[in-house]
T-cell receptor, first 109, second 113 residues
Framework: RKEVEQDPGPFNVPEGATVAFNCTYS??????FFWYRQDCRKEPKLLMS???SGNEDGRFTAQLNRASQYISLLIRDSKLSDSATYLC??????????FGTGTRLKVLA | DTAVSQTPKYLVTQMGNDKSIKCEQN?????MYWYKQDSKKFLKIMFS???????INETVPNRFSPKSPDKAHLNLHINSLELGDSAVYFC????????????FGPGTRLTVT
């Protein structure tokens, strides 16, 4: 089993749609969780950290379920500019970050 | 105001050569990393340095040698380049005071011919 697993997609959704991605992780001792966004031929950029109580940033909501060992990302009112690959990141120990393979999102006009 | 910078951005070289990639961060972070992103877009950690000390070495061939002259710099030297080394190499940094959120450099696209 991979340490961090994501559905690679692509998820093709119309503008304005709501889309959700899940990510499962295998290490129950993981402490920190993040969602990153990576555009084609660019570096990953932090989208949001994921907190135990869940957190929201504008149209983006992240949730953590420690019991089932998954994190989720919900995007409401999708924009064309949301098209990207979304990377789930889980820490293993303090300094080791495990990246998922990413979920591709295409928002269609 | 560049936070994490890498040079060069593109590197094309022949098999067997030795090359270096440089990374600098001006965020005041105490931890720096090298990642490799292969053609399948999988991002894998290679090395991690905390306060100039190596703390993670992820079974990377010893042809790869990182060097951290100070907290703000982490360079990567690669000896005897092989075709399979072709990838995008990303440098990143993080800090405990910022909840360990990582900031990435723009990447170095290495092509070995």
């Amino acid at each position: 089993r991979k340490e961090v697993e994501q559905d690679p997609g692509p998820f093709n959704v119309p503008e304005g749609a709501t889309v959700a991605f899940n990510c499962t992780y295998s290490n129950s001792a993981s402490q920190s969780f993040f969602w990153y966004r990576q555009d084609c031929r660019k570096e990953p950029k932090l989208l949001m950290s994921v907190y135990s109580s869940g957190n929201e940033d504008g149209r983006f909501t992240a949730q953590l379920n420690r019991a089932s060992q998954y994190i989720s990302l919900l995007i409401r009112d999708s924009k064309l500019s949301d098209s990207a690959t979304y990377l789930c990141v889980v820490t293993s120990g303090t300094y080791k970050y495990i990246f998922g393979t990413g979920t591709r999102l295409k928002v269609l006009a | 105001d560049t936070a994490v910078s890498q040079t060069p951005k593109y590197l094309v070289t022949q098999m067997g050569n030795d090359k270096s990639i440089k990374c600098e961060q001006n965020l005041g972070h105490d931890t720096m990393y090298w990642y490799k992103q292969d053609s399948k877009k999988f991002l894998k950690i290679m090395f991690s340095y905390n306060n100039k000390e190596l703390i993670i070495n992820e079974t990377v061939p010893n042809r790869f040698s990182p060097k951290s002259p100070d907290k703000a710099h982490l360079n990567l030297h690669i000896n005897s380049l092989e075709l399979g080394d072709s990838a995008v190499y990303f440098c990143a940094s993080s800090d405990r005071d910022n909840s360990y959120e990582q900031y990435f450099g723009p990447g170095t696209r290495l092509t070995v011919t």
